[in-house]
């Protein structure tokens, strides 16, 4: 792949929201988050459950720091509770020490949460969030943040929820509620071709994204096969019928070693017996839904059986976004217009991840279907800042996380907020399956 750099963009800048349309937004936010674990008992919100994830009253108490930290600083005055700001600091706390840390147990978090979205209310009435504002507040940038950063902890806390096993039940019917839809007749060739040329990787200047998604500049990519749609349960089935957790040669070095020393032989949640549990309930197998809960290292086994390989975020990106007819990207793979119920599986709309073909008003110009939504997928890329990336408004968003082994996920999973891009970049650990997330290939061509 090649990148021929364009000139930097600035950095934050978002489309002016007007104050009454951004408070209810933060609103909002606050009201999902207190929809997942109304339903909960204390001892529940204040256990930690696993050792890669955090008690979800830690992330009621986080949210509400982060939110504390940057009012002050958008607004110029004292925080509320500074005292706190390094319990919930997670670059110095990791998660597996999260539970030991003296944070807010569940009324003293919500209560915390509370008094930092009156102050946030308040304060949004004094603050000039147009263009000519400062560089914090300029075109609502840290609003945006805060509002997308409770929505990230959203979808944190439910992969929490989903690891605590039958002690928590789905947050779906709680949160949103809303059934699926079903299915679509025919979905076409396994794999479309995405022909060689040009594209715009990461995210223009309007709208809100963080700063590992800018600077957006263009790539020339070369001509490759992609999957029309996410490797399924019925897929990954076979190809463990077939030997996948015992064939060496399919699999990497760092791979085969992550396999023995976790005794892996099937997605997280599968059960010995070919079921698979969600939450509190355990169901039969649905082959034609995308399979979930694999690890970077699986996919890639699977992909090299195949005869295939995960997608660079090049490919993903321009298969996802780029209108080769137009010569232009689009906003979101079926055009310009926000996701919607037709479109995309985000939400808890549905429950859980759907047949993998089941909103084909979503396909991207390729024809390639379900890229927002449904499940997040693995790219062949490791986290690293773009050709001219500047860190802001703060550098341990992103920047620390560089170049230490991570590898990027794209595109949003049914648990995922709508404010999700498809420039997004998420990022963990080749070997975490925490998260709701799966995979499609590509092939050389």
Request: hydrophobic share 40%; net charge negative.
């Amino acid at each position: 792949m090649n990148i021929a750099y364009l000139s930097p963009l600035p950095l934050g800048g978002v489309e002016c929201l007007p104050k009454e349309r951004l408070a209810a937004l933060l609103e909002e936010a606050r009201g999902r988050t207190l929809a997942l674990v109304a339903p909960l008992c204390e001892e529940q919100i204040d256990r930690q459950y696993s050792p890669i994830m955090s008690p979800l009253a830690w992330d009621l108490g986080h949210i509400a720091a982060f939110a504390d930290l940057w009012l002050a600083r958008a607004g110029g005055s004292e925080p509320v509770r500074p005292d706190l700001f390094e319990v919930y600091d997670a670059t110095e706390t990791p998660r597996s020490r999260r539970g030991d840390l003296p944070f807010l147990r569940c009324e003293d978090a919500l209560a915390y949460g509370r008094e930092i979205l009156e102050r946030a209310l308040a304060l949004l009435e004094e603050v000039d969030v147009s263009a000519e504002g400062d560089r914090l507040n300029a075109r609502a940038l840290v609003w945006n943040m805060l509002i997308e950063h409770e929505h990230q902890h959203s979808e944190t806390m439910i992969q929490a929820m989903q690891l605590a096993g039958e002690d928590i039940p789905s947050p779906a019917s709680e949160a949103a509620g809303g059934a699926g839809v079903p299915a679509a007749a025919g979905t076409g060739p396994r794999m479309v071709l995405v022909e060689g040329g040009p594209a715009l990787l990461g995210a223009g200047i309007e709208g809100f994204a963080y700063d590992n998604e800018r600077p957006q500049h263009a790539v020339e990519v070369a001509s490759f096969e992609i999957d029309l749609i996410t490797v399924t349960n019925g897929d990954y089935l076979a190809w463990i019928e077939e030997g996948g957790y015992h064939r060496r040669e399919w699999w990497s070095e760092r791979g085969w070693a992550w396999r023995e020393r976790e005794g892996a032989e099937r997605p997280l949640f599968w059960t010995a017996d070919g079921r698979d549990r969600r939450f509190d309930r355990t169901e039969p197998l649905d082959p034609d839904l995308p399979v979930t809960h694999v690890s970077a290292h699986e996919a890639e086994a699977f992909a090299r059986a195949h005869g295939k390989r995960l997608p660079t975020e090049a490919e993903w990106e321009k298969a996802a976004t780029w209108d080769p007819g137009a010569g232009r990207k689009r906003r979101f793979p079926w055009g310009e217009n926000q996701p919607d119920a037709e479109r995309a599986n985000l939400d808890l709309s549905a429950g859980g991840p759907e047949p993998a073909a089941a909103r084909p008003d979503g396909a991207s110009a390729y024809g390639v279907l379900g890229m927002t939504g449904d499940v997040w997928e693995w790219t062949a890329g490791e986290f690293i800042g773009y050709p001219g990336f500047e860190p802001f408004p703060y550098r341990e968003y992103s920047e620390i996380f560089f170049g230490t082994g991570m590898r990027v996920l794209r595109g949003g999973s049914w648990a995922t907020r709508p404010t999700i891009r498809p420039t997004f970049r998420n990022w963990d650990l080749p070997e975490r399956r925490q998260l709701f997330v799966g995979f499609r290939c590509v092939r050389d061509v």
